[in-house]
Each structure stands twice: as structure tokens, then as C-alpha cells.
């Protein structure tokens, strides 16, 4: 995901004028809008767990298949080395993927923790030049 998009799902001057305009113009405009501003930062995660679930359902699957995946849905070729190279090419394959996500997974880990850090950032400065601004305040309303 892009993490410098224009549009963030937070509250901001750009998407609340987004959702207000979704309102005049169609009202289930405005409503996805709000949604986004609401749940928008969640859907990442939202992504994954379904893509967990139903990775789930077809192991469940491949196991009450006796690990024959689809292919019994598909029929074998009949011969018995083909069909053995391709449950190993298949397995092959999988272990791969899985790979695959683990990786995409730790990247979003590694995002997120990166974005935390960013805005920890952020913070902390909003807060040392709020201090400083309200020393010197408090410092030239005394002197007066």
C-alpha cells in the first residue's frame, strides 16, 4: 500500500469534505465514505484474516481429500509418474506461497511498526514545540 496517499482513512479536511459531498450527491456515497474514515485503517488486516480463513477451509479440504487436493475432482492422467511430478510440482508450489505470504506478512508488520514510529515522531515534536511555546508564553506573560 501506498503510505503517502492523498486520502487516508482519517479525519481530515479532504475526507470530510469527501463524505459531506457523498451526502448531497448520493447519500450511500457518503455512508462507503464514512465507513472508510472509520474502518479504513483496519482493512488490511480485515484482508488477511479472510485470506487465512479460507486458506483454512481449503487445508481442511485438502486433508479429507487424503491430500489429493482437487485432482480427484479433475481426474489423473493415467499415468503414474505425471500424476506424482505434478502432486510434488503442486506441493512445491504451496511451499512457495506460503513463503510468499509470510513475507507479505512480516512487510506489513514492518509498515505498520514504521508508520508507528513516524507518527511517534510526529508527536513528540508537536509536544516539545507545544512545551517550548507555552515556556515562552508563560515566561512573557510574568515579565509584564
Same mark, same amino acid.
Given at each position: 500500500?501506498?503510505? +503517502?496517499? @492523498?486520502?487516508?482513512?482519517? @479525519? ?7 463524505? =459531506? ?5 448520493? @447519500? ?17 488486516? &480485515? ?6 480463513? =479460507?486458506?483454512?477451509? &481449503? ?22 509418474? &505425471?500424476?506424482? @511430478? ?24 514492518? =509498515? +505498520? ?10 508527536? +513528540?515534536? &508537536? ?6 511555546? /507555552? ?8 515579565? /509584564?
Amino acid at each position: 500500500m501506498n503510505q +503517502s496517499a @492523498w486520502i487516508r482513512p482519517e @479525519w481530515n479536511p479532504a475526507t470530510i469534505a469527501l463524505m =459531506v459531498l457523498g451526502f448531497v450527491i448520493f @447519500w450511500p456515497l457518503g455512508l462507503a465514505m464514512l465507513a472508510y474514515i472509520l474502518f479504513g485503517d483496519r482493512l488490511h488486516e &480485515f484482508k488477511r484474516e479472510a485470506n487465512a480463513t =479460507v486458506d483454512r477451509g &481449503f487445508d481442511t479440504m485438502r486433508r479429507y481429500t487424503s491430500g489429493k487436493g482437487f485432482s480427484q475432482y479433475t481426474g489423473g492422467t493415467g499415468n503414474a509418474a &505425471f500424476d506424482d @511430478w505434478r502432486r510434488q510440482e503442486l506441493e512445491r508450489i504451496e511451499n512457495e506461497r506460503r513463503k510468499l505470504d509470510e513475507a507479505r506478512r512480516e512487510f506489513d508488520e514492518y =509498515v +505498520s511498526e514504521l508508520r508507528r514510529a513516524k507518527d511517534q515522531e510526529e508527536f +513528540s515534536k &508537536f509536544m516539545r514545540d507545544r512545551n517550548a511555546r /507555552n515556556g515562552n508564553d508563560t515566561n512573557g506573560t510574568t515579565g /509584564n
